[in-house]
């Protein structure tokens, strides 16, 4: 009985597998779509547009009355987007904002600190923090590390002396220009700033 009684529970123990269907794998069922509309587009004498590979590009304009800073939102590792919704803009005081390209941990971490070291500047001194501090804080943190954080800057605030705006490079290096592009992407977003920008903007113009 005890034999019977243990084949019968290993019976009972048994994993069952049972068989589904097949259902996940690659659809290509957009693809051919794609392909029909093109063909149709092209019998119609329509070209569709080509996509611009831009990657990563942050602005700053200065405008009669302030700054504007401008991100994407996208960060890749290689050939994939990792984050569709990632933020490019840092906060450094409440007077001055700095957007980041190059590694986005290097970005954020350098913009975190040197943020943290102008509230203390800031709580000694009684006063919101000047521009000029935040870039010189910045650039001698990048200088010091000769260009192993890769952090490509685009600093811009407003002090008692007006709207200032900075460049910041990998190496240490900085520019203080009235309209700034950094980023891969730089280049699409400076021939459009080149083209268009003028001295002193009014604040309802600044977006044309």
Not at 3 to 24: E, F, I, Q, Y
Not at 153 to 159: A, E, I, K, Q, S
């Amino acid at each position: 009985r005890r034999s019977s009684d243990l084949s019968h529970r290993a019976k009972m123990a048994a994993p069952t597998v049972c068989s589904l269907p097949v259902t996940g794998s690659f659809s290509f069922d957009n693809c051919r779509r794609n392909a029909l509309l093109e063909a149709e587009f092209s019998d119609k004498g329509h070209t569709l547009p080509t996509a611009r590979k831009t990657g990563t590009t942050i602005v700053g304009l200065v405008f009669k009355d302030g700054i504007v800073l401008g991100a994407d939102t996208r960060a890749t590792e290689g050939m994939i987007v990792a984050d569709k919704n990632c933020s490019k803009i840092h906060y450094i005081s409440p007077n001055i904002y700095c957007c980041g390209a190059g590694t986005a941990a290097d970005t954020e971490m350098t913009t975190q600190l040197i943020s943290s070291n102008l509230e203390l500047h800031s709580l000694s001194t009684g006063r919101l923090p000047r521009v000029a501090t935040a870039n010189r804080m910045l650039k001698q943190m990048l200088f010091r590390y000769q260009g192993y954080i890769g952090a490509a800057l685009v600093l811009g605030g407003f002090d008692y002396s007006g709207p200032h705006l900075y460049s910041i490079y990998p190496h240490g290096s900085t520019d203080k220009l009235p309209y700034v592009t950094m980023g891969s992407g730089s280049l699409a977003a400076m021939a459009v700033f080149e083209d268009r920008f003028k001295p002193d903007l009014e604040e309802d113009r600044k977006s044309t």
